[in-house]
């Protein structure tokens, strides 16, 4: 599976995750996205299946500030857009926060649950707190990698205390 990133350039530049992936050749900086290319959209109205994999030969990361977000996605980019399902941030920023993730925390979780787990694991190694990503999300990250459709993500957060159970 192919690393790129869409860099928009809206954060400190020294702690950009996109830009040290591509610095260490683990993701390639793109200008534009393609057709075949799972884009990572916090807003996409479907979340990312394990199947997912056999529709697109890359994960693409938009990488952008959090506070600007909202206004980024609102641009369209070519790709297959998905959204994680919930995932705790382990950079420092961020640190336990729900889906606050930075790039590369969101790329390797795609990966994961697409089924890269190595791959996954060999991006978070660049980062000194990469291994508090996938501490704080294994096994969310096991189950989201085996389930079959969406619907199976609610019982899953329940399980996990994520959600109150509905009534």
Known sequence: ?????FMLKQDDPKKCTAAKLVKFGLARGVSKTQSNTIILDPFAPKTILRQDA???????????SWNLAESAFTR????????????????????SKLNKLTTVEAIAGAAFILGYAQLAIDLLDKFNWGHTFYELNEDLLKDYSEIKSEREIEP?????GLVDKKY
């Open 1 to 5: 599976m192919n690393i790129q990133v």
């Open 54 to 64: 056999a529709i697109a030969k890359s994960i693409t990361g938009i990488d952008c």
């Open 76 to 95: 369209r980019f070519s790709g297959i857009p998905r959204k994680l399902p919930p995932l705790f941030a382990g950079n420092p920023v961020n640190y």
């Open 156 to 160: 899953l957060l329940v399980e996990y």
